[in-house]
């Protein structure tokens, strides 16, 4: 019982949570992941919102900076 529940929370965790912060965010589902375990893994349990909110932060300014560029050249 114990392995079942720790495996569906786990996939929950990792995956369903990843996708819908994802969706949310238009942030790929491979940044997520990394962004939650990152912020995890430096922040503790505060990491599973800091980690996905500061990658997002990022990579919207990103596009931002790349859309900059394109925008110059023209």
């Given at each position: ?66 859309a ?7």
């Amino acid at each position: 019982m114990i392995v079942i529940g720790l495996t569906v929370v786990g996939i929950a965790d990792h995956f369903i949570r990843s996708a819908l912060i994802g969706s949310a965010t238009r942030l790929p589902f491979l940044w997520v992941l990394i962004g939650i375990l990152g912020g995890v893994e430096a922040f503790g349990l505060l990491g599973l919102f800091v980690g996905p909110a500061t990658m997002a932060v990022l990579f919207m300014l990103w596009r931002d900076f790349l859309a900059g560029e394109d925008a110059k050249e023209v």
